[in-house]
């Protein structure tokens, strides 16, 4: 449709917001893989709930949730004002270089706790 954002542009939204959520945390990407170790998206659930269309003006909430050994959840919102777009459950694991799982460690939701 004409004019309407393109639902897989969403999930780039989202994405740009969790990178931005893990550098203001104070967590070097780079750093972490050159130590073998990377942060992947295992899950993301998604509701597509109202059109966005070119040139709205629009703003992605990220909150990191319930954290496990080795992945957490964040709930992200994408919003144009007060109205909710976009809403998703996003489960983000820590892994090795092969893709094993790897325990976050304390550290990981203290530094997400601040941000």
Known sequence: MAGI???ANYLKYIE?????????AGIDQ????????VFVVARIEA???RPAF?????MVETEA???????????????????????AE???????L??????LGPEIATLFARS
Do not use: I, K, N, W
Request: without cysteine; charged residues 40%.
């Open 47 to 49: 509701d597509y709930l």
């Open 30 to 37: 780079a750093e972490m893989r050159a130590e073998g170790r």
């Open 54 to 58: 070119y040139d709205d003006d629009l």
């Open 98 to 103: 092969r893709g094993r799982p790897q325990r």
């Open 16 to 24: 740009r917001a969790r990178s931005e959520m893990v550098r203001e």
């Open 5 to 7: 954002v393109y639902h």
């Open 90 to 96: 996003v489960t983000v694991a820590l892994t090795d």
């Open 65 to 87: 949730r319930a954290f496990r050994p080795a992945r957490f959840t964040m709930r992200q919102e994408v919003q144009r004002g007060e109205t909710v777009l976009f809403r």
